[in-house]
C-alpha cells in the first residue's frame, strides 16, 4: 500500500511569492494534518482536517491556509512567504483523526 | 511554553548499549504518548506509543517506561546497532482530533 505522498519533494521560492503543497493521504484514511519542522526542532501544528472540515489550526499566521478535498487529498497554501517559512513541511494521515498518524517524508520548502 | 520536554539533545552510546531518552509533560488531559523516528530527509515514522494507564510497553527492542505521577515517560533502545542512529522525538496528544505536541528531539548516534 501506498504511504502518504507529498509534492513537491522539493521547492524553492522567493520572499513575497505563494506557495502550495499537496498530500495524498493512505488510502481509507480521511483526516489529513500539517506540520512545520524547522531544521533542528520538533514538528509544529498548523492545521487538522477531518472529512473536509477544519478541526484544528495551530499558532501561524493567516498567510498559512489548507483545504481538504472529496477524495481526502490536502493542500497548504502560504502567501507572503517570509525567509522564516523555510522548512520541512510534513503531512499526516489518520483513518478517523484518532491516534494512528502517518507521516509522510515532507516538502522542503527553502525560502530565498 | 513548550508542552513536552525532552532530553538530552543528543546522545553517543556503542553498539549494544542501552540508549535512554526522557520526556516529561505538564497537562494532564494527554492520553496518548507515541515515539517517532526520524532519519535525514524523511518523515518522522512511528515506532512505539503508550496511553497513561499502562506504565510500561515493549515492541521488538524499543520499550517505553510511563510514569503517571511524575508525569515523565522514556523511550529505552535495548541491544542498540549503528542503523538505530536516527533523530527520536517523542510527542503527546488529548484526544482525538487534538494535535500532536512533539518534544524538541534527541538526535542518536550508535558507534559500531
Known amino acids: 500500500d501506498a504511504g502518504v505522498t507529498q509534492s513537491p519533494t522539493h521547492l524553492i521560492k522567493t520572499r513575497g511569492q505563494h506557495v502550495t503543497l499537496r498530500c495524498s493521504p493512505i488510502?481509507?484514511?480521511?483526516?489529513v494534518s500539517w506540520y512545520q519542522q524547522v531544521l533542528g526542532q520538533g514538528p509544529q501544528f498548523i492545521f487538522q482536517?477531518?472529512?473536509?472540515?477544519?478541526?484544528g489550526r495551530g499558532n501561524f499566521p493567516d498567510r498559512f491556509s489548507a483545504r481538504q478535498f472529496p477524495n481526502y487529498s490536502s493542500e497548504l497554501n502560504v502567501n507572503a512567504l517570509l525567509l522564516g517559512d523555510s522548512a520541512l513541511y510534513l503531512c499526516?494521515?489518520?483513518?478517523?483523526?484518532?491516534?494512528?498518524?502517518?507521516f509522510g517524508s515532507g516538502t522542503r520548502l527553502t525560502v530565498v | 511554553q513548550q508542552q513536552v520536554k525532552q532530553s538530552p539533545q543528543s546522545l553517543i552510546v556503542q553498539k549494544g548499549g542501552i540508549p535512554i531518552i526522557n520526556c516529561a509533560y505538564e497537562?494532564?488531559?494527554?492520553?496518548?504518548f507515541p515515539w517517532y523516528q526520524q532519519f535525514p530527509g524523511k518523515g518522522p515514522a512511528l515506532l512505539i506509543a503508550?496511553?497513561?494507564?499502562?506504565s510500561e510497553k515493549k515492541e521488538g527492542r524499543f520499550t517505553i517506561s510511563f510514569n503517571k505521577s511524575a508525569k515523565q515517560f522514556s523511550l529505552h533502545i535495548m541491544d542498540s546497532q549503528p542503523g538505530d542512529s536516527a533523530t527520536y522525538f517523542c510527542?503527546?496528544?488529548?484526544?482525538?482530533?487534538?494535535?500532536?505536541?512533539f518534544g524538541s528531539g534527541t538526535k542518536l548516534n550508535v558507534k559500531p
Open positions: 510527542a503527546a496528544q488529548a484526544g482525538n482530533f487534538n494535535k500532536f505536541y
Open positions: 497537562n494532564t488531559a494527554f492520553d496518548y
Open positions: 499526516a494521515s489518520s483513518p478517523a483523526g484518532d491516534y494512528g498518524y502517518t
Open positions: 482536517y477531518y472529512e473536509k472540515e477544519e478541526r
Open positions: 503508550i496511553r497513561p494507564d499502562v
Open positions: 488510502s481509507g484514511h480521511k483526516s
